[in-house]
């Protein structure tokens, strides 16, 4: 593979420092659930771009993706476990975000099984081709929690409901093979941007300009990097490659009024009948 960004594949984007001896940066765009070329690209790229370092669209809390794949537990036992904590987290006013997190997880868990796939592999296979090449890691994503949060900010009352409600029904109830089969991240994204405008801009525009800060942070001090990131933030990163990002905004979680707990601790209480259900299903099939 040549270096020159002429030369280079139509699925990986070339971006260099604008400063006299700043480095280059690489992006290998991906989905994550369903991309069956996603490990074999990225071991490719880090193979014969052989940068300096190599960066995961990870946070130091889903570091557990780069886990070797282990069969996980009982989806009962899985729910219980949940339930438990999210109504311990709600007293302190983050149940929701676990919630939402939690429904999330389990969204993306059942479109790569459906789809005879596992959410992370690219990742995995990235990281253990950096070890091979003596690349330094980065895990360069914001804090899951925080843009959680910031999600759940954007949200009124009820189309945090119907979020949830959505997340809910694609990882619990039969939506057939060929739904899960032709969808992508970036389809299911797009899809739910539409129905919640709100969604988009923390969970994509915000992650993009946050991630184009950090590589640009190490990019402008020479380094060769590789990024592995979604599809769905190649072009955002490109669009705020240049600009003079506020990082601390980005990281900012917005504060909650006594109404607004309140509020919460009522939606709250409507999602956990959903996954009490879900428990109830586990146990009784």
């Known amino acids: 593979m040549s270096h020159d960004p002429l030369s280079l594949p139509d699925w990986i984007t070339c971006l260099r420092s604008p400063k006299r001896n700043g480095g280059i940066l ?25 940068p300096n ?6 946070c130091k809390k889903r570091k557990h993706l780069l886990d070797s794949e282990r069969a ?11 339930c ?17 997190g939690y429904l999330m997880s389990q969204y993306l868990r059942r479109v790569g099984r459906e789809s ?5 592999k690219e990742f995995r296979a990235a990281a253990k081709e950096a070890r091979r090449q003596r690349a330094s890691l980065i895990l360069g994503d914001r804090d899951f929690t925080i843009t959680l949060m910031r999600i759940w900010a954007r949200l009124g009352s009820l189309e945090r409901i119907a ?24 389809d299911s994204i797009g899809l739910m941007g539409e129905q919640f405008p709100g969604l988009l801009e ?19 001090q020479g380094e060769t990097i590789v990024a592995v990131v979604g599809g769905a933030h190649v072009k955002g990163i ?30 709250v209480a409507i999602l956990l009948a959903m996954l009490f259900y879900v428990v109830l299903l586990a146990f009784y099939r």
């Not at 290998?28 to 790229?45: C, L, S, W």
């Not at 438990?84 to 939402?100: E, F, R």
């Not at 029904?169 to 039969?174: C, E, F, K, S």
Request: hydrophobic fraction near 40%; aromatic fraction near 10%.
């Open 53 to 58: 370092l190599v960066m995961l669209e990870l």
């Open 163 to 186: 979020l949830c409600w959505k997340l809910f029904y694609g990882a619990y109830l039969d939506l057939g093979f060929n739904y899960y089969r032709k969808l992508s991240t970036e």
């Open 116 to 120: 005879n796939t596992t959410p992370g």
């Open 84 to 100: 438990m904590n999210i109504c311990q987290l709600s007293l302190t006013g983050n149940g929701s975000v676990a919630l939402l």
């Open 26 to 50: 690489y992006i290998v765009g991906t989905n994550h659930v369903a991309d069956y070329k996603a490990e074999a690209r990225v071991q490719k790229a880090i193979k014969e771009l052989k």
């Open 202 to 220: 923390p969970l994509v525009s915000e992650r993009d300009a946050y991630m184009a800060h950090v590589l640009r942070y190490f990019v402008d």
């Open 238 to 267: 490109q669009k705020k490659w240049k600009d003079n990002i506020d990082v601390q905004k980005l990281l900012t979680v917005p504060e909650r009024g006594i109404v607004g707990r309140y509020s919460e601790l009522s939606v």
């Open 72 to 82: 996980g537990p009982h989806r009962g036992g899985n729910c219980c476990a949940a």
